[in-house]
């Protein structure tokens, strides 16, 4: 059973930083194209980040500059480093990851197939 479980997300000071890791299990993702996605109350579901087999990653505008994205294959971990957070980055945090390997990265919601329980961000002003 393909499991992703997220971790770090908490309360924060804007200007502050954080941690979110997402551990697979289930089966390896070290050949798989993984992202994060967020969704903050009464919004749809956005696209953050995501990072390719081979470490190639891609950002959001509004978080460029600010978040990295990074993986360990051999902890079947992916990361999401967060910087210089502000108020609107408040949201909960989910990570995915695509089910066929050697699939290039998404920027869409719809190319992830497994998807975290979500962590919670809250940035307070």
């Known amino acids: 059973q393909v499991q992703l479980v997220e971790s770090g997300g908490g309360l924060v000071q804007a200007g502050g930083s954080l941690r979110l890791s997402c551990a697979a299990s289930?089966?390896?993702?070290?050949?798989?194209?993984m992202g994060w996605f967020r969704q903050a109350p009464g919004k749809e579901r956005e696209f953050v980040a995501a990072i390719s087999r081979n470490s190639v990653t891609f950002y959001a505008d509004s978080v460029k500059g600010r978040f990295t994205i990074s993986r360990d294959n051999a902890k079947n971990t992916v990361y999401l480093q967060m910087s210089s957070l502000k108020p609107e980055d408040t949201a909960i945090y989910y990570c995915a990851a695509r089910a066929a390997r050697y699939a290039s990265v998404a920027s869409s919601d719809v190319g992830y197939e497994y998807w975290g329980q979500g962590t919670q961000v809250t940035v307070s002003s």
């Open positions: 289930g089966r390896s993702f070290s050949m798989n194209a």
